[in-house]
């Protein structure tokens, strides 16, 4: 493996050891939805009722995956993930039971589901959070880009072999493989040894660092850009894949085996997009690339609407896996990029928010209008839906700040006083005075506002800039935190970009010292 090869991530022992596994797990996963999905045609035959078990899978994500990434953040990630796969494994094996006793419902197939999804939203955002302290920073792409060549080598593989067991030994032989194919992710997950993560300050409580996590999601452009991008794509995609079991059943009259081969043709071309996707990105802006996927999408979506031939609507499927994979690299790639270390695991979440909440509602739409109108009108708007949604590129633009370095820097440190006030004092006003040359007046306003970006990023409540009416060329930055010891915080969290934010604005200001620093706390 040369150095920069899209392989380079597999030579972590670790990375590989834990990639292996979650293929092996994600195949099983594949085989449950699979399964859950096929089941549900045969215990009903309302189509909400089938779209429901997509609804089913998504909607804890939106539920919990905020939640989970607060979690993530503030405590042991290993041991918080190894949580969430026991979760999954127990949820399975007792759905597995269940089929074997022929007691399952399509109410407790509905709930297994949900809970299983729950386990999954405890999963994603630290295991999404965990990738950058795996493998080196020039080589996070291509992780993500092996994260998601592995969930679509476990759809090519998952459904079809679902589809064959399905036809031979029914759902529950699909259940319990499912529980046992989690047993690989435990067991690296309980063999790894993180490096301890030097506390240098307590440990953040949860309804703080919910908040925290918000504040920096609305003051990170790129980030904001993702989730509009990643809402506009997925309310449409989602129909595709939540009447797909439809269109097998009904449209193409294929049986369970027929249903996990189609879903295996979206895993080929997934793998095929993830190979290619390397190359393409020398090639292409992500702009461009995601442009691309969603046109792809939306003509395969509608060409579901019309083919009724099995070998044809595979073949359009081999372009729906490539286009779903392109898409879902580049959000990722970008949800990442604009995330700092210290909020990685809320900020991902809420991207999984986004993501699950729009498949799941989208699920529930395309359902519901099935069901009234028929599964070619439902996909037909889906599909028109989705080209109009392109409309969102032309204003929010996932190439911006190509340069974005969020390291963490040491520029700058906590503040050295006499009297250190105690962590809960409280609120802080922090204020920061330069003295900018008249003639250079308009281009330091231009440039500080920048800095409320960084004031609210790390934690501040509020933000503003004042020029003193009898000292012209005299401004007063000012920013409110909850607490000293949230400014503290602020100070850890300080990145290479905000610390090349700060170095332009401070360039303006003029005379011997530093810009003055002052901090008033409110009195008890």
């Not at 597999?10 to 594949?30: C, D, E, H, K, Q």
């Not at 197939?109 to 949900?114: K, N, P, Q, R, S």
């Not at 031939?309 to 286009?323: E, K, P, R, W, Y």
């Not at 607490?483 to 100070?491: P, Y």
Request: include cysteine.
């Amino acid at each position: 493996m040369s150095e920069g090869s899209p392989w380079q991530p597999l030579r972590n022992p670790i990375f590989r050891a834990l990639w292996i596994a979650s293929v092996a797990s994600n195949i099983g996963t594949w085989m449950h939805d699979v399964g859950a999905g096929w089941m549900m045609t045969s215990l009903s035959s309302n189509p909400l009722m089938v779209a429901l078990v997509q609804a089913a899978t998504s909607l804890p994500m939106f539920l919990f995956a905020l939640p989970s990434g607060v979690l993530a953040d503030i405590v042991d990630r290993r041991k918080y993930l190894l949580f969430a796969q026991v979760w999954m494994l127990l949820t399975a094996a007792t759905l597995g039971v269940l089929a074997i006793g022929d007691q399952v419902t399509p109410l407790i197939l509905l709930i297994a589901t949900f809970l299983l999804g729950t386990g999954a939203a405890m999963a994603a955002p630290p295991f999404q959070a965990i990738v950058p302290d795996l493998v080196a920073k020039r080589d996070l792409p291509a992780a993500i880009a092996l994260n998601s060549l592995g969930v679509n080598i476990s759809r090519a593989i998952g459904p079809a072999l679902a589809g064959v067991i399905l036809s031979f030994a029914g759902p529950a032989v699909v259940f319990m493989i499912n529980a046992v194919s989690v047993l690989g992710v435990v067991v690296v997950l309980y063999f790894w040894k993180p490096a301890p993560q030097v506390q240098r300050l307590p440990p953040e409580t949860f309804v703080p660092a919910v908040r925290a996590g918000l504040r920096y999601v609305q003051s990170a452009p790129l980030l904001r850009v993702v989730l509009v991008r990643a809402a506009a794509f997925f309310i449409f995609g989602s129909a595709a894949w939540s009447l797909l079991p439809l269109i097998a059943r009904n449209q193409l009259h294929l049986n369970a085996g027929g249903y996990g081969l189609l879903l295996a043709c979206v895993g080929v071309g997934a793998i095929a997009g993830a190979l290619i996707l390397p190359r393409l990105r020398t090639r292409l802006s992500v702009d461009i690339l995601a442009l691309m996927a969603t046109v792809v999408f939306a003509l395969t979506t509608l060409v579901l609407a019309l083919l009724t031939q099995a070998v044809l609507v595979g073949f359009s499927l081999l372009f729906a896996g490539f286009a779903w994979i392109t898409m879902l690299s580049v959000l990722n790639v970008g949800a990442q990029r604009s995330s700092a270390g210290w909020v990685k695991a809320r900020a991902l979440a809420v991207y999984l928010v986004v993501f699950f909440g729009a498949m799941a509602a989208g699920s529930a739409i395309w359902g519901q209008t099935a069901a009234k109108f028929g599964t070619s009108t439902a996909l037909t708007l889906a599909g028109v839906g989705m080209l109009l949604s392109c409309a969102t590129a032309l204003r929010w633009k996932l190439s911006m700040s190509p340069e974005l370095d969020l390291t963490p820097s040491t520029y700058l440190s906590a503040p050295e006083l006499s009297n250190e006030p105690a962590h809960d004092s409280g609120p802080v006003m922090v204020t920061v005075e330069y003295k900018v040359a008249p003639e250079n007046a308009t281009q330091f306003c231009a440039v500080v506002r920048e800095m409320r970006h960084v004031r609210l990023r790390g934690g501040a409540l509020s933000w503003g800039i004042y020029e003193d009416t009898q000292q012209p060329g005299r401004y007063l930055e000012t920013f409110v935190v909850e607490s000293w010891l949230d400014h503290l915080r602020q100070h850890h969290r300080f990145t290479e970009n905000d610390k090349a934010i700060s170095t332009r604005v401070r360039s303006f200001h003029i005379g011997p010292d530093a810009p003055h620093v002052e901090h008033l706390i409110a009195p008890d």
